[in-house]
């Protein structure tokens, strides 16, 4: 989570690259030269199965996100020639939302993370802290 989701970076990719005049080919080339993750992976064999004229649906229907496989659909009706402005900003909303569900879903499970370690290690020290000076004491009574 250190960096930003790639679905949504090659969605900005493809944005990016229609507004400068340039196609959706080149907005997803620009995101598979940048990027280096399975999603990345994903583009650079969705191309070369579009390009080599392979049925591209096999490939798309196995990745597991469904943002990323409707990505990845609008793409293809991009390459085809088709109007998918209006659709892009749709899903970076999408996109948006489920990273804020995620980034929120993170941050309620941090407590019970900490949990452990506060336990496992504050936890016997402040045991040590309280009962150490009491042990002591109770020590050099038996030794009398």
């Known amino acids: 989570m250190e960096d930003l989701n790639p679905a949504l970076k090659c ?5 990016a690259a229609l507004q400068n ?4 080919r080149a907005g997803l080339i620009r995101f598979v030269q940048s990027g ?11 191309l070369f199965d579009r390009e080599q004229g ?11 996100s469904p943002v990323r496989r409707a990505l990845l659909e609008l793409a293809a ?8 402005q209006s659709h892009l900003t749709e899903l970076k909303a999408e996109i948006q939302n489920s990273c804020e569900g995620e980034i929120r879903q993170h941050v309620d ?3 019970l993370r900490m949990l452990f ?8 020290s402040y045991l040590l802290l309280l009962f150490g000076p009491l042990v002591t004491h109770f020590l050099r009574e038996i030794a009398r």
């Open 36 to 46: 280096d993750g399975e999603f990345a992976r994903n583009v650079r064999r969705f």
């Open 54 to 64: 392979r049925d591209w649906r096999p490939a798309v229907s196995a990745i597991r």
């Open 117 to 124: 370690p506060l336990l496992l290690f504050l936890f016997p």
């Open 77 to 84: 009706c991009g390459l085809e020639g088709q109007t998918i």
């Open 11 to 15: 969605l900005i990719e493809m944005q």
């Open 109 to 111: 499970m941090l407590p």
């Open 21 to 24: 005049g340039e196609s959706v």
